[in-house]
């Protein structure tokens, strides 16, 4: 019925909601599965069937967007930025952010800092 996917969305956005709120602290899938009033492996579960992704990538990649816009709008070290965006090190930060963007987060900066809207 309706309802039951009603419910279940209702589930993933208060997992969604919990990993964009804290995504700059140590999250713990027990964490996101307690904001939806779930037990951890159902909720993961769900998580991944509603979204198509982990809870773990989804936190990465709202990890990195938020790195993108510090980059691009700040003057921090991306020493200070990975700790800002919830990174554990910046050894971590470095890695996660050359693979999802494909450049390293200074290079980043360089690139993109001064190119023009829509270029």
Do not use: K
Request: proline share 5%; with cysteine.
């Amino acid at each position: 019925p309706w309802f039951a996917a009603w419910d279940l969305a209702f589930h993933v956005v208060a997992m969604a909601r919990y990993i964009t709120e804290n995504f700059r602290e140590p999250v713990q899938v027990a964490d996101v599965a307690a904001a939806a009033h779930l037990n951890p492996n159902y909720a993961m579960t769900l998580f991944r069937q509603v979204l198509g992704t982990t809870v773990h990538t989804y936190l990465t990649d709202r990890r990195i967007a938020e790195a993108q816009r510090l980059l691009l709008t700040g003057t921090a070290t991306t020493r200070r930025i990975a700790e800002d965006t919830g990174f554990g090190s910046h050894s971590g930060f470095h890695t996660a952010f050359t693979q999802a963007c494909g450049i390293p987060p200074g290079r980043y900066r360089r690139l993109h800092r001064g190119a023009a809207p829509g270029s």
